[in-house]
């Protein structure tokens, strides 16, 4: 069975810094293309990063550029998002997503003072 | 504001055969695969079709999706009132170099 298991949410302050995991399991890590996805509070989804399958390919959504950085260990089967300078608009749901299809539960980043 | 514009709202009754739309544009659905998410409240989406019309495993045969040109469509047929959520579409946009979903339509079920 396919899992993919996020943690390292939390409340932080404006200007601080959050590092969110995702842990893989039920499928062959290293063979996927991995996403970000956030959803703010009653808001629709949004896109925030992608890292290729072999982790030379990555993109970012503008409003993280800069700030945030993703990155994967094939060998752990784990995602990574280093999210640095949170904003109160980065507040939201955020979920690791393998290729198209598989979603994790999602972990709550919550960004106040 | 999204990339791809999907209406904010929908309804049906039991039985009927309801569609939404996903317009974007030659950069995003005009030149790739479209997707569908079915989100129920508090959980996390789920995909319901790939490649622009193909269903996963599971998934029933009353959604269906199609593409023309630089929009797409999700239609659900025999509607029923465990169908009532939260759909997205959602693709890759060339110019943009990510990935893009429409703001979602919320399906009402009467």
């Known amino acids: 069975e396919v899992q993919l298991v996020e943690s390292g949410g939390g409340l932080v302050q404006p200007g601080g810094s959050l590092r969110l995991s995702c842990a893989a399991s039920?499928?062959?890590?290293?063979?996927?293309?991995m996403n970000w996805v956030r959803q703010a509070p009653g808001k629709g989804l949004e896109w925030v990063s992608y890292?290729?399958?072999?982790?030379?390919?990555?993109h970012y959504a503008d409003s993280v550029k800069g700030r945030f950085t993703i990155s994967r260990d094939n060998a752990k089967n784990s995602l990574y998002l280093q999210m640095n300078s949170l904003r109160a608009e980065d507040t939201a749901v955020y979920y690791c997503?393998?290729?198209?299809?598989?979603w994790g539960q999602g972990t709550l980043v919550t960004v106040s003072s | 504001q999204s990339v791809l514009t999907q209406p904010p709202s929908a309804s049906g009754t039991p039985g009927q055969r309801v569609t939404m739309s996903c317009s974007g544009s030659?950069?995003?659905?005009?030149?790739?695969?479209v997707y569908w998410y079915q989100q129920l409240p508090g959980t996390a989406p789920k995909l319901l079709i790939y490649?622009?019309?193909q269903r996963p495993s599971g998934v029933p045969d009353r959604f269906s999706g199609s593409k023309s040109g630089t929009s797409a469509s999700l239609a659900i047929s025999g509607l029923r009132s465990e169908d009532e959520a939260d759909y997205y579409c959602?693709?890759?946009?060339?110019?943009?170099?990510?990935?893009?979903f429409g703001g979602g339509t919320k399906l009402t079920v009467l």
């Open positions: 997503a393998a290729a198209w299809g598989y």
């Open positions: 039920g499928f062959t890590f290293s063979s996927y293309e």
């Open positions: 890292i290729s399958s072999g982790g030379s390919s990555i």
């Open positions: 030659s950069s995003n659905i005009g030149s790739n695969y």
């Open positions: 490649r622009n019309n």
């Open positions: 959602a693709t890759w946009d060339d110019s943009l170099s990510g990935r893009v």
